[in-house]
């Protein structure tokens, strides 16, 4: 079951837009914990990218690679969205509290 702040790898499969992030890629799950653990079906998700962007914020926030995202990437936030959960493969890494906070501080921005 995933948590807030875990990074994921997430079939983004079927795209219906041209511009909306597609493919099987990394994503940070961005919702609270208490919807998740009490079975709601979709999960707010916010998609990376390896097509780096420097000095992009707010829209986007730089994750350095570890565990198992094998490169840096960006978070990119204005694609957050919700996903069914059965979109989920594995678990990947993990965000820093750190990171989790400057995240929400950008989303706040562009909200």
């Known amino acids: 079951m995933p948590c807030r702040g875990e990074i994921w790898l997430i079939n983004l499969n079927p795209v219906k837009k041209n511009n909306e992030m597609g493919k099987i890629r990394p994503a940070v799950v961005f919702q609270n914990n208490e919807l998740i653990q ?11 990218s390896t097509a780096l962007i420097d000095d992009a914020e707010p829209i986007r926030f730089r ?25 989920f493969i594995k678990k990947i890494a ?3 509290q750190y990171e989790i906070r400057q995240i929400k501080k950008q989303l706040n921005e562009i909200i």
């Open 63 to 87: 994750i350095k690679k570890r565990d198992h995202l094998q490169q840096d990437s960006d978070a990119v936030i204005t694609q957050i969205r919700s996903i069914d959960n059965s979109r």
């Open 38 to 48: 009490n079975g709601y079906p979709t999960t707010i998700i916010i998609p990376l």
């Open 94 to 96: 993990i965000l820093t």
